[in-house]
């Protein structure tokens, strides 16, 4: 099935690090959506965005809502070693198209 | 906790064996969405039901899939005559109505040998 264009595919960062990744889509949302999941667990929403050019916080994160309506930004401030995982992006609202992934690790 | 439940975390099955897995929902959440995920890619979307009545269903669920809902609560997926394709983790999902974001579980994961 279709998936969503997620980058980059995976960071190797150390702590105390910025974070950006994005999601790009041939499609246009009207929700977007950024999840993270650790191994053997099921995604943890982090934000939702509704609306185009939103720019929506959750503490460390912040996360917007493209313009276009086809793509999304997620930004990880200061990272610490619990942010460890795997972001996913996800677009529409019942029946989300999510993304490829992108696999964050801490090197100490 | 009143997160999303699933049941079991996991089932190891053979092959043409038949399986059924369990999800509660979120208390009061009348949107209930089941979810494939396989290994290194995004969950997929299977099917949704708006309290027990099933709204829409991916064409990766074949007919060996079915999923119920039948008190409106909690909700079956079954899959008959397994095959080792099957093998991924099943996620189940809900949300309070529709513009609600969607709650994951931890899922099922599947091996069929």
């Known amino acids: 099935g279709q998936q969503l264009n997620q980058s980059p595919q995976s960071m190797f960062i150390q702590e105390g690090e910025d974070v950006s990744m994005n999601c790009t889509s041939s499609s246009i949302f009207n929700t977007w959506l950024w999840y993270k999941q650790d191994p053997g667990e099921g995604p943890v929403l982090l934000i939702a965005?509704?609306?185009?050019?939103e720019l929506t916080s959750n503490g460390r994160l912040t996360a917007q809502f493209g313009i276009t309506r086809k793509d999304s930004f997620l930004n990880i401030s200061a990272s610490i070693p619990s942010d460890v995982g795997i972001y996913f992006c996800a677009g529409g609202r019942e029946k989300l198209t999510f993304g490829t992934g992108t696999r964050l690790t801490i090197i100490p | 906790d009143t997160g999303v439940s699933q049941d079991p975390r996991h089932k190891i099955t053979k092959r043409g064996q038949n399986v059924t897995f369990r999800c509660d929902p979120i208390?009061?959440?009348?949107?209930l969405y089941w979810y494939r995920q396989t290994l290194g890619q995004g969950p997929e979307f299977l099917t949704y039901f708006q309290n027990e009545a099933q709204l829409e269903k991916s064409r990766l669920l074949s007919d060996r899939f079915s999923a119920e809902r039948p008190k409106g609560s909690f909700s079956t997926l079954e899959i008959q005559r397994t095959e080792q394709g099957d093998s991924a983790m099943y996620l189940c999902a809900s949300s309070l109505r529709t513009d609600s974001p969607l709650h994951f579980g931890n899922g099922t994961r599947l091996t069929v040998t």
């Open positions: 965005l509704y609306k185009a050019g």
């Open positions: 208390s009061e959440h009348n949107r």
